[in-house]
């Protein structure tokens, strides 16, 4: 069965820190892989998407970056936090060309702070 | 753009009451609809989709119709639970750039208690 791991599950960081989020995927090939961001109040907002290692695309412009050097790894990123990027970060998976492609799998989420 | 908007929460009913949470959705094309639950600090979970209009999705006491006349997919159940106690949000899947990407609503608490 498939599996999604993320890490780790909470994280305090200063403003001006750097951040990594990681995100795997157990017991599927060439998912398509995404991350979100949950803030109080407002819902789900799509942050990135890829298709395939390597490729990225980007829905909202911000100081985040994602990357996704393995098949099944996608890493979310920034050189400098800030306070707005408190939130609860989920990451998710899809299994396109499937009889279910059209369903995401979410992970546990990271609940960052940022102070 | 496509969009979700579902019914401001927070909710709390007794138990056994009837559920109602509303969605209607702005799209072009056909989209399918999901409803997705997240229980207290975890991620989300899928509970049900339609796939094309006048489906009904259903899982765990719940359902849903696709409307497409109506632009609706509202979330019922007959009797809550306590454990139904959760976060509920409604998508559409939004398909570009090769990904099916999903558009989600604000996301309605729901508190049940006993």
């Known amino acids: 069965s498939q599996t999604i791991h993320q890490w780790p599950a909470t994280l305090v960081q200063p403003v001006g820190s750097p951040l990594s989020l990681e995100c795997t995927v157990e017991?599927?090939?060439?998912?398509?892989l995404y991350w979100y961001r949950q803030a109080a109040g407002r819902g789900l907002q799509l942050l990135f998407y890829?298709?395939?290692?390597?490729?990225i695309s980007s829905e909202v412009p911000q100081n985040l970056s994602a990357s996704r050097p393995q098949d099944r790894q996608f890493i979310l990123s920034s050189k400098k936090l800030l306070l707005s990027d408190s939130g609860f970060y989920l990451c998710?998976?899809?299994?396109?060309?499937?009889?279910?492609?059209?369903?995401?799998?979410f992970g546990p989420g990271t609940r960052l702070t940022v102070l | 753009g496509n969009s979700v908007t579902q019914m401001e929460g927070p909710v709390t009913l007794s138990e056994e009451a009837f559920l109602t949470i509303n969605c209607t959705y702005t799209?072009?094309?056909?989209?399918?609809l999901f409803w997705y639950v997240q229980y207290p600090g975890e991620g989300l979970q899928l509970l049900l989709k339609?796939?094309?209009?006048?489906d009904k999705g259903s899982n765990k006491g719940f359902e849903a119709t696709y409307r497409k006349e109506t632009t609706s997919f509202h979330l019922e159940k007959g009797s809550v639970q306590v454990s139904d106690s959760a976060v509920y949000f409604c998508?559409?899947?939004?398909?570009?750039?090769?990904?099916?990407?999903?558009?989600f609503g604000k996301g309605t608490k729901l508190t049940v208690n006993p």
């Open positions: 998710a998976w899809s299994a396109p060309g499937t009889g279910r492609w059209n369903e995401q799998f």
């Open positions: 017991g599927t090939s060439n998912p398509n």
């Open positions: 890829s298709v395939g290692i390597g490729q």
């Open positions: 799209a072009t094309g056909y989209p399918s």
């Open positions: 339609a796939t094309k209009a006048d």
């Open positions: 998508a559409l899947s939004d398909r570009g750039g090769g990904s099916e990407k999903l558009v």
